[in-house]
């Protein structure tokens, strides 16, 4: 055992590491000095835990056995992950976190009795609450990136009042609770915010998924604060809090970055229906290419800008549209990445499949610098990507995506898409793009439509 | 200062270092900045040991193992994939990449 002085530095120290680790993740450079930081901190915070004073260690083997069970499942899954799968599984770990939250107010609850002081219950039924919908809700999340369920709003009629009847549940069940402890009223309060957390993400749209877990992950944070509180932890209190603060503001940037308004991502934007259908199912006509096509638009430019999007690493083709931007090069063609702040399933995200595909990080530009330059870009190549490009964006004042800043490819010589099929963006909309006089299809699997473009171009 | 009100201090200045430190970071750095700052509040587990270590009763031990399970799921897994996405920032070509490329041929 080690003293309750020396027991509380050392907790000190340790918030002072995640301080340090949250710092460091906000520059590129030190990012992963940042993260290994936190590690060691949470790595000394578990050990010392055994040494504390109040410990009995009457379970320890229980303990010890979950933690290694826990260790067996969270360090596979972390690294077996593919890159692609990366938000599902961010979500997935911060709805674990929400859910042990929970259940640690929930056992503290019951160990509370009738000699509890009030602000110790508040925050204990705090903790359930916000626990609770932080779990269902990433749940939903999950099931969302991975297209389990449709990545579409689900709307159904009167779900906005049954949403508010179920906060307004949650929240009397709450006052019940409050006011008589018991093991009934702490369960129905329970599970009504499990069912509340599941109705709130519902009508979120697939493109907006990524704000929400961030959302969520800043009320985990919360949720551990107030455990701390009733722990009387002072480290959970200042984790818990470096979290919910850091992750409100970047739930802001998040949506700021694709030009939402917090407000209107969680109470009905993208409620409106997809207006995929204005030109009434008429069929109109797309120039589409073959791979001969392509190559030689993309061997007589003088620049190219490349602009991935999911479709890319849906297709695994990171490495091959690096083979086609070298093979460029080494023809005198000036090459670099348009990459969205967005561009793939989370902000960064794409930063992070080019990364794994070894692009130098150096033609890897940003939206704003990227989009002055495409007026003197001869061919734009926007592989597997679609709303980031989307002119409705700008022009069509209503639609959902309207305000997001985009690439603004249209601007450039040339266009040319690789695409499955006409299916529209992860937010359903039509591109009108699409059907520009400049603009070149390519259909396919993009991996299979860069391998040859990449042999015609050797060929030429 | 009573203990409640020192918490609330803690509290209060914690809310604005959150603020503070993350006012400035580039898009780029978005999401190994969410997945680090969830593996962060895996601390819990700390929380989730203490209550299943004063555990008195059979429920409160086997919810208490139950956190204890989750939490280290949530801390130990955050930390892991945050290094894995920030490894792959340094985007310097490696033998063990290319045999990952070869590896997705053939899917």
Not at chain 1, 416 to 425: A, D, N
Request: proline share 4%; glycine share 10%.
């Amino acid at each position: 055992m080690i003293s309750k002085n020396l027991y509380d530095l050392i907790g000190l120290a340790i918030a002072v590491c995640f301080i340090l680790a949250l710092k460091g993740l906000s520059s590129p450079k030190t990012a992963r000095r940042g993260n290994l930081i936190g590690a060691f901190g949470a790595l000394i915070a578990t050990a010392v835990v055994f040494r504390s004073p109040d410990m009995t260690l009457h379970h320890k083997w229980w303990i010890m056995g979950a933690i290694i069970f826990g260790v067996g499942v969270g360090v596979p899954a972390a690294r077996r992950i593919q890159m692609t799968q990366m938000p599902q599984l961010v979500a997935l770990f911060n709805g674990v976190g929400g859910g042990a939250a929970a259940l640690v107010a929930i056992v503290e609850y019951l160990k509370l009795g009738s000699a509890a002081s009030t602000p110790d219950v508040v925050a204990t039924v705090f903790t359930v609450i916000v626990g609770c919908v932080s779990f269902s809700g990433s749940i939903v999340t999950f099931l969302k990136l991975q297209e389990l369920m449709t990545t579409r709003p689900v709307i159904f009629p009167g779900g906005r009042f049954v949403i508010a009847a179920t906060l307004l549940g949650t929240l009397g069940c709450a006052e019940w609770v409050i006011h008589s402890l018991g093991n009934v009223s702490i369960t129905v309060m329970a599970v009504l915010a499990l069912i509340f957390g599941v109705l709130f993400v519902l009508p979120v749209g697939g493109a907006d998924v990524p704000i929400v877990i961030s959302l969520l992950n800043a009320f985990t944070g919360l949720t551990v604060a107030a455990s701390g509180y009733v722990l009387q932890a002072t480290l959970l209190i200042v984790a818990g809090t470096l979290v919910g603060a850091s992750g409100t503001i970047l739930t802001r940037l998040m949506a700021a970055a694709m030009g939402r308004s917090l407000f209107g991502t969680l109470f009905g934007a993208f409620t409106a229906k997809p207006q995929a259908a204005v030109v009434g199912g008429e069929v109109r006509s797309v120039k589409a290419g073959s791979p001969d096509d392509v190559a030689i638009l993309l061997n007589y430019a003088q620049r190219v800008v490349i602009v991935p999007g999911f479709g890319l690493a849906v297709a695994q083709a990171q490495h091959t549209v690096r083979e086609l931007a070298d093979l460029l090069t080494s023809k005198g063609v000036d090459v670099a990445y348009g990459i969205h702040p967005v561009a793939g399933r989370m902000p960064g995200h794409m930063n992070v499949l080019l990364a794994e595909a070894s692009v130098p990080y150096e033609q890897l530009v940003e939206m704003d610098e990227v989009n002055p330059t495409f007026p003197q870009t001869d061919v734009v190549l926007v592989v597997g990507a679609n709303d980031v490009v989307n002119p409705a964006a700008k022009t069509t004042p209503g639609c959902p995506i309207y305000g997001m800043p985009i690439l603004d490819v249209a601007s450039a010589g040339n266009v040319i898409f690789l695409k499955r099929s006409m299916r529209p963006g992860f937010a359903g909309i039509e591109n009108e793009l699409l059907y520009d006089p400049k603009t070149t299809l390519l259909f396919g699997d993009a991996k299979d439509s860069l391998t040859k473009v990449v042999s015609a171009l050797k060929a030429l | 200062m009573s203990n409640g009100l020192a918490l609330l201090s803690i509290f209060v200045l914690s809310v604005f270092i959150g603020f503070e430190v993350v006012s400035k970071v580039s898009t780029t750095l978005h999401t190994p900045l969410m997945s680090g700052a969830n593996a962060i509040h895996g601390i819990i587990l700390i929380g989730a040991i203490t209550v299943a270590d004063h555990a008195d009763t059979n429920l409160e031990l086997g919810l208490g193992i139950a956190a204890v399970v989750l939490a280290t799921i949530n801390m130990v897994g955050g930390f892991v994939v945050t290094d894995r996405m920030l490894e792959m920032f340094k985007g310097k070509p490696r033998v063990k990449k290319e045999v990952e490329s070869v590896g997705g041929e053939s899917k």
